[in-house]
Each structure stands twice: as C-alpha cells, then as structure tokens.
C-alpha cells in the first residue's frame, strides 16, 4: 500500500520567496496532520483536518503559514513570504478515523532551507 | 499542559543487549502512547501503539509498557542489533488544549547499536 507521500523532499529558496508544500494522505484516512521538527522544538502540530475540513489550527505559527485540502486526496501548506526562522523539516500524516486506537501514519518530509 | 520528557537523549549499546527507553508524561489524561522510530532523513514508523485502557503491547522483539497513573511507559527492545539504530519518539495522544486526540511528542532517544 502506498503510503503518505509528500513533496517536494526538499526545497531550498530565498526569503520573502512563497513555498508550497505538497501531501497525498494514504487512500481512505479521514484525517491528515501537518507536522513541523525542528532542533529546537522537536516535533510540532500546525494544523489538522477532518474530511478535508481544518479542525484545529492553534499550532499554525503566524498568518504567513497557510493550508488548504480542497479534496480527500491532496493538501497544501504554504508560506508566504518565506522566512529563515521557517527552515525546518515539515511532515505530513493521517489516520484513518478519529479513533484513539488508530496510529498516525507519517510521510517522509520535506526538508525546507530558507536562505 | 502536557509535557513529555524521553530519557536517556542518546545511548550507545554493543549489539545483542537488552535495553529499556523512558517516557514520561504530566497529564494522565490520555488516550493512547505511541512510540515512533524515525531514521535519518526519513519520516516517522509507528511502532507500537498503547491505549490507556491497556499495560502493555508487543511486537517482535519490541515490548511497550504503560503506567498512566504514574504518567510513564518504557520501550523494551531485546536482542538490540545494528539495524536497530535510529531515534525513538513517544507521543502522547489525547484532548490536549481542547484539539480532537493531538498527539504530544518528546524529545526522542538517539539510539547507535554498534557490531
């Protein structure tokens, strides 16, 4: 089975460039996760949906972080503008239901470098 | 707030020992425990995941407790090999700050088994 598939696996730009983060969550999970891991702060929620419907976006850090899922099978995070403190290795995951027995299953990234 | 704290941060081990990783939590209030492994450059593999009504899980030379009262669970992993070398994550999962079963990460135990 496929899994999570994210892309790009890693981006490197410019400040004040917009970035646009790309995910596919595993065929027939209702919830999808962004993630962000950093030295600093490990590993941090930015924003969930449910059927493509953002739940909670307490984690997003400021109003240039922004995420879209216009269907079941495609999300996006985007910055804009871009900035150093954004550099991070940014996850996506999903879960098949809302179930606290079903594990998240995570993509392998995007490692983002803002110069 | 939940916090989640991993320990030892790193351990360096001879193959073929047995070893036990750490977690602790603050709020017993959870759904579940998960432990993760992360390689390098990768993303996160669910290992094994407890829920609260449950003590303990098992999967192949892995072995996961959990003490939710006293707000911990150790990863059991014996007959360490090589392969076994990356960084564990645990998570925590549950209605943290209101959001729908988030899940709280630690820190994570850098673990280098050597030949």
């Known amino acids: 089975d496929a899994g999570v598939i994210q892309s790009p696996r890693h981006e490197v730009t410019e400040m004040g460039q917009e970035v646009t983060l790309r995910c596919k969550p595993i065929s027939g999970h209702d919830y999808l996760f962004w993630y962000r891991q950093t030295m600093m702060r490990g590993l941090e929620l930015l924003i969930y949906?449910?059927?493509?419907?953002?739940?909670?976006d307490s984690g997003m850090p400021e109003d240039r972080f922004s995420a879209k899922m216009p269907n079941a099978s495609f999300s996006t995070l985007k910055i804009q503008p871009s900035e150093p403190r954004d550099s991070a290795v940014y996850f996506c995951?999903?879960?098949?239901?809302?179930?606290?027995?079903?594990?998240?299953?995570f993509g392998d990234g995007t490692r983002l470098s803002i110069l | 707030k939940q916090e989640v704290t991993q320990i030892p941060a790193a351990l360096s081990v001879p193959e073929g020992e047995n070893l036990v990783l750490n977690c602790s939590f603050t709020d017993s209030a959870i759904y579940n425990l998960q432990w993760f492994r992360q390689d390098p450059g990768k993303g996160l593999t669910s290992l094994l995941l407890i829920q609260s009504s449950q003590r303990e899980q098992t999967s192949g030379r892995l072995n996961a407790s959990l003490d939710k009262s006293s707000g911990r669970s150790t990863l059991y992993i014996a007959a360490s090999q090589p392969g076994d070398s990356a960084t564990y994550l645990c998570?925590?999962?549950?209605?943290?700050?209101?959001?729908?079963?988030?899940?709280?990460f630690g820190a994570g135990t850098r673990l280098a088994v050597h030949p």
């Open positions: 995951a999903s879960s098949k239901t809302g179930n606290y027995n079903q594990p998240q299953h």
């Open positions: 949906f449910n059927n493509n419907v953002p739940i909670d």
């Open positions: 998570a925590v999962g549950g209605m943290f700050s209101g959001g729908y079963n988030k899940l709280i």
